[in-house]
């Protein structure tokens, strides 16, 4: 069965300290994985894709296939990246997202 | 406006009772997908539409039901409200650039 797991509901972290969100993911095919982003009172919004390999307002993720990981990382956190955060299974076949559960960071200052 | 707009933002229905919620796709996109996120939980998928058909459906009972019509904009249709149907449903336009979020309908059922 698909599915995406954000072990942490709430990571609190101060500024300037690294962040590391989690994300595992359960999936027999080739997976296409993305991470999400929701600022208070906004939208979803696309944070970045591990195809792409990009670097987004400094965050950074990589898809490991052995450990079945999307870790989304960040070496020095920053007030504004405060927001809710969800990892996201792309099924390209039926062209839908299996999110996670989402973790709320908070970056005290 | 070349986002995903949905209507109304908030609502409050009573048990039983029967909803629609509107979205209007981003410009170019001919895809519409809906989602359902419950308090703490992600989005959940419901179903898609792709010119005009359902193409695609999650674990969700027949009392969710859809439309999209000839401009791709869509509906979903909830039937005979339960309490457990509270959430933040949200549309999401697709075409070739990818997915675009809408900002969400949020029901309240009491």
């Known amino acids: 069965a698909q599915r995406v797991t954000q072990p942490e509901k709430l990571l609190s972290v101060f500024k300037g300290a690294p962040v590391e969100l989690k994300c595992n993911y359960s999936y027999s095919g080739s997976p296409e994985l993305f991470w999400y982003v929701q600022y208070s009172r906004q939208r979803l919004q696309l944070l970045l894709r591990h195809i792409s390999r990009e670097s987004i307002k400094g965050f950074t993720a990589d898809l490991n296939k052995g450990e079945t990981s999307f870790h989304l990382k960040k070496p020095f956190a920053q007030e504004e990246d405060s927001a809710m955060y969800y990892c996201a299974l792309f099924l390209s076949g039926t062209y839908k997202y299996i999110f996670g559960t989402g973790t709320r960071l908070k970056v005290l200052a | 406006e070349t986002g995903v707009t949905q209507s109304p933002t908030h609502l409050i229905k009573t048990r039983g009772q029967q909803v629609t919620l509107r979205c209007s796709s981003q410009?170019?996109?001919?895809?519409v997908s809906w989602y359902q996120q419950a308090l703490g939980q992600g989005p959940q998928f419901i179903f898609q539409y792709y010119r005009e058909e359902e193409n695609g459906r999650g674990n969700f009972p027949p009392r969710f039901s859809g439309l999209q019509f000839p401009n791709y904009s869509s509906e979903l249709n909830v039937n005979a409200l339960e309490l457990d149907d509270s959430a933040l449903y949200l549309c999401?336009?697709?075409?070739?650039?990818?997915?675009?979020f809408g900002s969400g309908t949020r029901l309240t059922v009491v």
């Open positions: 410009s170019g996109h001919n895809t």
């Open positions: 999401a336009s697709s075409g070739l650039d990818g997915y675009t």
